[in-house]
C-alpha cells in the first residue's frame, strides 16, 4: 500500500516526495479504533540502541527499556540515536543495522514493541542534501521529516536559513526540547516566528514532569497553551536516564489542554509522522489564553 505524496510545506517552502509505509492502518485498525483499544502509543525521540551514542550501554539495558516501554502502554518507539560531530558514524546504514538486531532481540524475548528508525540531528547545513542522498536518517526513514537538536544554551547562527534549506529539499523540521532552551526562554516571539513557519515541536516528557526544573515545565506549558507543542517524547537515554515512559506526561498535557488535544500529540501527530504526513495543527499563538494558569500553580512540581 502505498500513500500519496505528502504537500508539506511550511512557509519556508517545499515538499515531500516518497512512498510512505502503512502505519496509519496498521493491523487494520482506523486511528480512532487503535485509540480506543489503548496500544497505539509511539515514543518518537527514545535513545534505545546501545552502544551508538550516550543512551543504553549494552542490549541488556536496551531490553530492560523496551520492557519499560510496554508496561507504561507504550506501543512503538522510533529509535533516535544521536548524529553529531561527537557521534559521527551513527549514519542510515549504521542505523539500520542496529534496528535489525534490536528486532530479532525483542522478538526472541518476546517484547511486542515495535521499533522505527530515526535519529536525532545537530544542526549541520549539508544535512538536506546528506537527508535526500539517503546518507542519513530522517523520522521512519521516510525523508519527510527529521528530527532536529536543539542545542540548550544557544540558538545557532542562519538558523532561519537552515531551516528554509531543509524545507526547500521537502524534509520537515521536528525540533527536538525547545522547551530547555534557556535563549528561546528569554525571547519567546522565536519558537512562535519558526513554528508559524511550519516547524513542528517535540518536547520532553520529564520536562512536562517537572524534572527539568520550574522555569523549563512553566515554558514548556505555556508552549502548550499557545500550541506550540505537536508531539511530547521520552528522550530516553536508558532505564533510569529520562525513562522511556509517556503516561505522566500525558496526564499533565490532558490537564492543561484537554483530552482531545492531548489526543492529537500523544496518538494522532506521531503516527501521522511516521506515515510523512503533515500533523494537523491549528496556528500558534503569541500569547497564552490565560485560562489555565490557575491549572499551572495546581500542577504538581518534582524536584
Ligand atoms: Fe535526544
Redo the contacts with the bound molecule.
Keep these: 500500500m502505498l500513500y500519496e505524496r505528502s504537500e508539506r510545506a511550511g512557509n519556508y517552502g517545499g515538499s515531500c516526495s516518497v512512498s510512505l509505509p502503512p502505519i496509519l492502518s496498521r493491523a487494520g485498525l482506523t486511528s480512532s479504533q487503535s485509540r480506543r483499544k489503548g496500544v497505539e502509543v509511539i515514543d518518537l ?1 527514545c ?1 534505545i540502541l546501545p552502544g551508538l551514542d550516550d543512551g543504553p550501554q549494552d542490549w541488556e539495558e536496551s531490553v530492560q527499556m523496551a520492557r519499560m516501554a510496554i508496561k507504561d502502554s507504550i506501543s512503538g518507539i522510533v529509535c ?1 540515536p ?1 548524529l553529531t560531530p561527537v557521534y559521527p558514524e551513527n549514519d542510515r546504514a549504521a542505523i539500520l543495522a542496529s534496528l535489525e538486531q534490536f528486532r530479532s532481540r525483542l522478538e526472541q524475548a518476546h517484547i511486542p514493541l515495535e521499533l522505527y528508525p530515526g535519529a ?1 540531528l545537530a544542526i549541520d547545513p549539508y544535512l538536506p542534501e546528506r537527508i535526500d542522498s539517503g546518507e542519513i536518517m530522517s523520522i521512519n526513514d521516510t525523508r519527510c521529516f527529521a528530527l532536529i ?1 536543539m542545542p540548550v544554551e544557544i540558538i545557532p547562527p542562519h538558523l532561519d536559513r537552515f531551516f528554509w534549506s531543509m524545507q526547500s529539499k521537502g524534509v520537515g523540521i521536528v525540533l ?2 525547545p522547551e530547555r532552551n534557556s535563549a528561546l526562554m528569554k525571547d519567546k516571539s522565536l519558537l512562535f516566528k519558526w513554528v508559524s513557519a511550519g516547524v513542528l515541536v517535540q518536547i520532553t516528557a520529564s520536562s512536562l514532569e517537572g524534572e527539568m526544573g520550574r522555569s523549563t515545565r512553566d515554558f514548556a506549558i505555556g508552549l502548550l497553551e499557545r500550541r506550540m507543542v505537536h508531539v511530547v517524547a521520552s ?1 530516553s ?1 536508558g532505564p533510569t536516564r529520562r525513562r522511556p515512559a509517556l503516561s505522566a506526561a500525558r496526564a499533565v498535557v490532558e490537564s492543561v489542554i484537554g483530552k482531545e488535544e492531548a489526543d492529537k500529540i500523544f496518538y494522532d501527530n506521531p503516527r501521522r509522522l511516521l506515515a510523512g504526513v503533515e500533523p494537523d495543527c491549528a496556528p500558534p499563538l503569541l500569547q497564552s489564553p490565560g485560562k489555565t494558569s490557575f491549572l499551572k500553580r495546581l500542577l504538581p512540581f518534582r524536584k
Aim: hydrophobic share 10%.
Design positions: 525521540h535513545h533516535t544521536h536525532e537538536e527536538a526540547h528522550d537515554h
